[in-house]
């Protein structure tokens, strides 16, 4: 039987677990979004996430999940006709190009197998291959195999080339460092349950200067996910429709926590969780999808041992130790487990999980053994390198 939810350590992917903060902002009573209140309340989360994504201008938030934030991104930027080079490392690459291609774009794809990473020169063979290419999609981090995306360096050569940069940094904002502005990224598309600690239901996306000067032209036919009257009225705090208030009040209290942490050591500390997670992984006996220098800082996908499937592990580890992961998707659903590090998951958490896998890979006569992998975890969780 499983454990109370209350008991349950959420190690999912998204939604993420809230902080205490978070989740007592959402009791705010409501308030009108046409009043100084909530232009109050749109100055501290634009002031939060131009800091946290450096970006000069307005941050678009639209009531959605992270895929609004994706085709926000699309109808803002791109033309029906475009041709455009979309970079596929797992099964959100995927999804963006094929969020083009219902959108009349002419995409092509750069794909890549299942645990590896965007080599740029690639990349930049495809362009040079095809010089009216005009916009590059990438994944800033694949939530579907852990792989992290060395954005500056795809940043450098969208520059190089002239071309624009979409990203999805869906599971990548608020965990792993991100320079809107001076990576030239001309959109990037986020969302709130991930390393951002709110729960589901805003899409974010941030325009870079250049970004926010092209999506004046006209582009696809766009309506809700027009971004022109959220730039214009937001440094007024004017929205042009209903917000999802709870939700911003959650947002505002999620970045003071991250603010008052510090933005990089927020970032300094998913990339050391994240090196202790894999480490007592590899303790165990598994095997990670990643290799270790472009390995995810929040989310880490490893594959079963030979035989298992994420059916045998997860009721396991759910219904005796209350710990939850995700199983994998598409074609890695039968092999691969993810876990979530990212966001208010804590070491504490991190180390039920140890030891939960730790249990459940010894019941199957494995030699796996959770307190070893608690030891190898902490071995790098004990390396910090700022006093909090
Ligand atoms: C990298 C990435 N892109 C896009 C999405 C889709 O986001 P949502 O489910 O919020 O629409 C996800 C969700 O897991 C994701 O991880």
Known sequence: MSLLWEDEILLAPGPTPLPKAVREAALKPMITHRSRAFGELAAEVQEGLQKLLSVSGPVVIYPGSGTAALEASIVNLLRPGDKVLAAVMGVFGQIYADMAAAHGVQVRTLVVPDGEGIPVDLLEAELEKE??????????????????????????????????????????????????????ITALATASQKALMVPPGLAIVA??????????????????????PFLKGLPEGDVPYTPALSLWY????????????????????????????????????????????????????????????????????????????????????????????????????????????????????????????????????????WVP
């Open 131 to 184: 010089p009216d290419i005009r916009a590059l999609l990438v994944t800033h981090n694949e939530t579907s195999t852990g792989v992290l995306t060395d954005l500056a360096a795809v940043g450098d050569l969208a520059r190089a080339k002239g071309v624009l940069l979409l990203v999805d940094s869906v599971s990548g904002a608020g965990g792993a460092p991100v320079d809107v502005e001076g990576w030239g």
């Open 207 to 228: 325009f870079n200067e250049e970004g926010r000067r092209l999506l004046q032209e006209e582009t696809m036919p766009r309506y809700y996910f027009d971004a022109r």
């Open 250 to 385: 959650q947002l505002a209290a999620a970045l003071r926590l991250m603010a008052e942490e510090g933005w990089t050591q927020v970032m300094e500390r998913h990339e050391r969780v994240a090196r202790g997670v894999r480490a007592g992984l590899r303790a165990l006996g598994l095997k990670i999808l990643a290799p270790e220098e472009m390995a995810s800082p929040t989310v880490t996908a490893f594959y079963l041992p030979e035989g298992r499937t994420p059916q045998d592990l997860l009721p396991a580890l759910e219904g005796r130790h209350g710990v939850v992961l995700a199983r994998g998707l598409r074609q890695l659903a039968g092999r691969v487990v993810r876990i979530s590090h990212m966001g208010a998951v804590t070491e504490t958490s991190l180390r039920r999980a140890l030891l939960a896998l730790g249990d459940v890979l010894s019941g199957w006569g494995l030699p796996a053994d959770g307190r070893q992998a608690l030891e190898a975890a902490e071995r790098e969780w004990s390396q910090k390198t």
